[in-house]
T-cell receptor, first 110, second 113 residues
């Protein structure tokens, strides 16, 4: 079993819709969770962090964490074509390093 | 701050040659990470340093790979000899602590022919 699993997609949503990206992890002791956005040919860029159960909102982005279910998600409201990218989930392994999922490719259709 | 700086941006080399990738972390960041990204395997951690000391190199695929951090502002990843299967994008990242996430460099796209 991989430490961090994501649906590879591709996920397509129309402009203005809500995009929902999901991630599960295997280490019950994990404490830190991140979402990175990676445009084609570019490096990953940190967009959200979450450390406790519940929701965390930042603009059009909401991260949701459920430690009991070992599940973290990212919602993108009012999706824009500029949101088209690969989204990587990263989870700490109770050490000083993170495991990354393989990413979900999102396309927002104008 | 200029962010994490990697060089070169692109490297094309012949099989068997030595390749050296370079990284300058963000000043004050105590952690430095080397990752490799491929379509098939995604982002894989190769090695990370804390205060210039290698902490975990279990991700280094073979003895052909080596990494050093002689000081707080410079690290290298060396592949000798290089093989076509080493072709990938290699990222360097740094952080104050792992809990606050990483800042990635622009990456080095390595092609071994």
């Amino acid at each position: 079993q991989k430490e961090v699993e994501q649906n590879s997609g591709p996920l397509s949503v129309p402009e203005g819709a809500i995009a929902s990206l999901n991630c599960t992890y295997s280490d019950r002791g994990s404490q830190s969770f991140f979402w990175y956005r990676q445009y084609s040919g570019k490096s990953p860029e940190l967009i959200m962090s979450i450390y406790s159960n519940g929701d965390k909102e930042d603009g059009r982005f909401t991260a949701q964490l459920n430690k009991a279910s070992q599940y973290v998600s990212l919602l993108i409201r009012d999706s824009q074509p500029s949101d088209s990218a690969t989204y990587l989930c990263a989870v700490d392994n109770t050490g000083n390093q993170f495991y990354f999922g393989t990413g979900t490719s999102l396309t927002v259709i104008p | 701050d200029a962010g994490v700086i990697q060089s070169p941006r692109h490297e094309v080399t012949e099989m068997g040659q030595e390749v050296t990738l370079r990284c300058k972390p963000i000043s004050g960041h105590d952690y430095l990470f080397w990752y490799r990204q491929t379509m098939m395997r995604g982002l894989e951690l190769l090695i990370y340093f804390n205060n210039n000391v290698p902490i975990d190199d279990s991700g280094m695929p073979e003895d052909r790979f080596s990494a050093k951090m002689p000081n707080a502002s410079f690290s290298t990843l060396k592949i000798q000899p290089s093989e076509p299967r080493d072709s990938a994008v290699y990222f360097c990242a740094s952080s104050l602590t792992a809990l606050y996430g990483y800042t990635f460099g622009s990456g080095t796209r390595l092609t071994v022919v």
